[in-house]
T-cell receptor
Framework: GQQLNQSPQSMFIQEGEDVSMNCTSS?????WLWYKQDPGEGPVLLIA?????ELTSNGRLTAQFGITRKDSFLNISASIPSDVGIYFC????????????FGKGTMLLVSP | SAVISQKPSRDICQRGTSLTIQCQVD?????MFWYRQQPGQSLTLIAT?????????ESGFVIDKFPISRPNLTFSTLTVSNMSPEDSSIYLC????????????FGPGTRLTVL
């Protein structure tokens, strides 16, 4: 089956710092999605990427679709305490209809 | 994006019993999915709920254990049958809004504990 490697597994940072996390795949994806999950909640879609090389921002969040179509990264600038949560990448394959494959998640903790 | 609600939000059940989880969407959607998230883990797709036909199950999941209904384009149920403690998880309903980009949105989840 498809594999998504997400790193780092967890991060503990100071408020105001920038954060970067990434996902890599053994196969080509045609869509990358980044989600955030707060405790006791369902994942919330942050950013969606559809083209190789695409760079998309959503406020302090920036994500890129890798040129090889096998990786993506998410950056968070000037982190704040409410950024705490688990961030998941998810990818969809290129051939016809396919379901999402999720990474294992990156737990982000922000110290005030 | 579609607004998704799930019932119940959480439950504690006894071994051997069954629980049916409901997912309601505020608009008609093409695709509905059910995921399982075991404690501290990522999301695993259980099945795609097909409107008017049998659900499509992923490897490792079977209809007898996780029967699914989807009577219309806004509603689906997932039943966790003959539960054991290993079924303790968060169960999440997800939908695609039918746009060309096929973005997937999640409900708030149902936290199930089996004793």
């Amino acid at each position: 089956g498809q594999q998504l490697n997400q790193s780092p597994q967890s991060m503990f940072i100071q408020e105001g710092e920038d954060v970067s996390m990434n996902c890599t795949s053994s196969s080509i994806f045609n869509t990358w999605l980044w989600y955030k999950q707060d405790p006791g909640e369902g994942p919330v879609l942050l950013i969606a990427l559809y083209k190789a090389g695409e760079l998309t921002s959503n406020g302090r969040l920036t994500a890129q679709f890798g040129i090889t179509r096998k990786d993506s990264f998410l950056n968070i600038s000037a982190s704040i305490p409410s950024d705490v949560g688990i961030y998941f990448c998810a990818g969809r394959f290129s051939s016809g209809y396919s379901t999402l494959t999720f990474g294992k998640g990156t737990m982000l903790l922000v110290s005030p | 994006s579609a607004v998704i609600s799930q019932k119940p939000s959480r439950d504690i059940c006894q071994r051997g019993t069954s629980l049916t989880i409901q997912c309601q969407v505020d608009s008609q959607v093409t695709m509905m999915f059910w995921y399982r998230q075991q404690p501290g883990q990522s999301l695993t797709l259980i099945a795609t709920a097909n409107q008017g036909s049998e659900a499509t199950y992923e490897s490792g999941f079977v209809i007898d254990k996780f029967p699914i209904s989807r009577p219309n384009l806004t509603f689906s149920t997932l039943t966790v049958s003959n539960m054991s403690p290993e079924d303790s998880s968060i169960y999440l309903c997800s939908v695609e809004d039918g746009s060309s980009y096929n973005e997937q949105f999640f409900g708030p989840g149902t936290r199930l504990t089996v004793l």
